[in-house]
């Protein structure tokens, strides 16, 4: 079967679109309602069958760029997505599953900004019920039932990437439990079909032994319980290029590390046409022509706007989270601890995340910057919270790895801090042909998708050949993927790799390497595993970490990976993960890269110096760092 993805253009269906109170309605001149939901079932099959094809790939990056070149003024793009994160990559999938022709750039690479650096939490909205039913606000009661709705469907959609999290709350006086356990009860009950677990309430003791670094008894107070309610958590990064690669194999055409230097204009009418892009990579330069450009840039929204408009008003209101990573005993395996408040106001959480703890605070006032760093007070801020919880000694020489993202919230001009700003999504086509979409959050970003697909057809009058398809279409590596389709990996192959003397010796697929494989490519991890067997890239790339060598080679081919940044920090997860073991496998990473990109020894030179400068922001050199060996 041929590797090129199928294009849903060529059904050649037209269809009218009716603006009805804000919504979009898709009426045929030709066919009646039933026959476009069979044209939507049979298109619905045909990518689920695509998708999940073994043999069918992405694109060439060079592919994905003439067809982007090649959408000229006379043949233009239905719609050119700006901005690559969760929600740029739903677009151009929602998009492209219509039938629409679609075409993404990204100035860095996928999951680069926001996207990667989120709570790795499925939120289901529990916080809203609380503000819902305080406020008698019907407005916050709304987003507890779509966030819920959006969680099951997006845990649905990426199964090997995404699980349930039990979330532990301690409570210190029997008001506490009372008030916990009450308002979890009635989040269970708000859910309905879509709870994951139901909530349940343990006591000090039961809670000991479910979290054994969790302080029983403290300076000035006891604890009386805790109670437990489930979440959902994901890998971020991978779910976006996931996102990003289900969109190519379904017609878009996606560039990473392709940047807008300036928006395209019509010299009549002053719309926005398309936009003049530039290859990081190699320097070229060309215009892409489309009908309908969708701003979907995460903190970068207002400087695409800019092109646009200079006196534009801003729409952002730029907002940081500080993350930590810890050793896995912080937290027990399968549990996390959630602190709704803690002494100035703020949810401190310690999360189970990939064999780590991961621990951060809410979101605090910020500046826009590429790439933004935790100060020091905030990791201290962190170490200090979770402190005051648990029964261990918590230090800032355990700190594995440290990050700050910037989340793009939605401004409402009454709010006074950042935790009352909306955290609804906002599109709006406030220049003609530039439609822009900011705000919202992780979990929701499908439907987002879907209402900047349906403002780009109503914008750009354009002819979908079907409604959206993403509500129920997996991801690719969703498809057919299983719990334990980890074993076959185990059963089937070995790791072949290379000694320091050069010999290839054979290696055990253990079952951490093949959990590991598994969950973060579901069905294709067969491919990553048949590269680590056949060209003896079975190595692990860090001491004490599953990454296997055959996963830079794969990426490579199959996942646009295109620096070794883009590897240790969205392919794989290393560099959120260990600061130090990502600086000791670099050597090994960018070597393989070269093999697979043809680099020269300047390019290897330059990869060096520009990952060592980004770990720099992860606070590398304060972190922790072991020599506990050599790789296995």
């Not at 878009?252 to 807008?260: D, G, P, S």
């Not at 790791?495 to 959990?515: E, I, L, Q, T």
């Amino acid at each position: 079967m041929s590797s090129t993805p199928l294009r849903l253009r060529r059904l050649g269906i037209s269809a009218a679109v009716i603006a009805a109170g804000g919504a979009a309605v898709f009426l045929s001149p030709s066919i009646s309602s039933n026959d476009v939901r069979g044209v939507a079932n049979n298109q619905l099959e045909t990518l689920r069958r695509t998708i999940a094809d073994p043999t069918v790939s992405v694109p060439s990056r060079s592919v994905q760029e003439s067809a982007l070149i090649g959408a000229s003024a006379v043949n233009p793009l239905d719609i050119l997505v700006i901005g690559g994160g969760a929600t740029g990559s739903g677009v151009a999938l929602d998009a492209s599953t219509r039938g629409l022709k679609v075409g993404l750039v990204e100035r860095e690479d996928f999951a680069a900004g926001t996207s990667s650096r989120s709570t790795k939490l499925i939120h289901g909205g529990v916080r809203y019920l609380e503000k819902a039913v305080f406020n008698l606000d019907y407005g916050q009661l709304k987003l507890v039932f779509h966030a819920l709705k959006e969680r099951k469907q997006f845990i649905e959609n990426a199964p090997h990437l995404c699980n349930a999290l039990p979330c532990m709350t301690p409570c210190f006086d029997w008001l506490e439990v009372v008030y916990f356990w009450a308002g979890l009860k009635m989040y269970d009950l708000v859910a309905g079909p879509r709870l994951l677990h139901l909530s349940r309430y343990y006591s000090a003791k039961e809670s000991a032994e479910l979290f054994p670094t969790l302080a029983i008894k403290g300076k000035d107070r006891n604890l009386r319980g805790t109670v437990v309610y489930y979440d959902g958590q994901m890998n971020d990064s991978r779910v976006n290029v996931a996102l990003a690669c289900t969109a190519a194999l379904s017609g878009a055409a996606i560039l990473n590390h392709a940047e807008v230097v300036s928006l395209l204009k019509d010299d009549d009418t002053g719309r926005v046409i398309g936009a003049k892009i530039r290859d990081r990579l190699t320097g070229n330069e060309f215009e892409t022509y489309a009908k309908v450009v969708v701003n979907a840039a995460g903190p970068f929204v207002d400087a695409v706007r800019k092109m646009a408009d200079k006196e534009v008003q801003m729409m952002i209101s730029p907002s940081s989270g500080v993350h930590i990573i810890l050793p896995d005993y912080y937290s027990p395996e399968g549990m996390g601890l959630i602190v709704p408040k803690t002494k100035d106001g703020r949810v401190v959480f310690m999360l189970p995340w990939l064999g780590r703890t991961v621990a951060g605070t809410t979101d605090s006032n910020t500046v826009i910057t590429p790439l933004p760093e935790p100060h020091e007070d905030e990791i201290q801020f962190i170490l200090d919270a979770i402190s005051d919880y648990l029964n261990v000694k918590v230090r800032r020489t355990d700190v594995l790895s440290a990050w700050s993202g910037i989340r793009p919230l939605a401004v409402d001009p009454t709010a006074k801090s950042t935790e009352s700003i909306s955290r609804d999504h906002v599109v709006c086509e406030d220049y003609p042909g530039l439609v822009t979409i900011t705000g919202g959050k992780w979990t929701t970003y499908r439907s987002m998708a879907e209402d900047a697909v349906d403002a780009a057809i109503k914008s750009g009058k354009l002819s979908p050949a079907n409604e959206s398809l993403t509500h129920s279409l997996r991801l690719i590596g969703g498809e057919g993927w299983e719990p334990s389709s980890f074993t076959s990996l185990a059963q089937q192959f070995v790791r072949m790799k290379k000694s320091y003397g050069g010999k290839v010796v054979p290696g055990a697929m253990d079952s951490a390497a093949a959990k590991h494989l598994s969950h973060a490519y579901g069905t294709k991890a067969e491919e990553v595993a048949k590269i680590a067997q056949d060209e003896a890239l079975g190595k692990r790339l860090a001491h004490g970490y599953p990454f296997l060598e055959a996963e830079v080679a794969y990426c490579a081919r199959h996942e646009y990976c295109e620096s070794a940044v883009d590897f240790i920090a969205r392919r794989s997860r290393l560099a959120f993960l260990d600061t130090d073991a990502a600086r000791r496998a670099l050597p090994r990473i960018i070597e393989i890269l070269a093999t697979e990109h043809k680099w020269d020894k300047s390019r290897q030179k330059l990869e060096v110096e520009n990952t060592k400068e980004f770990l720099e922001t992860f606070k590398s050199s304060k972190n922790a760092q072991f020599h506990d060996g050599k790789h296995e």
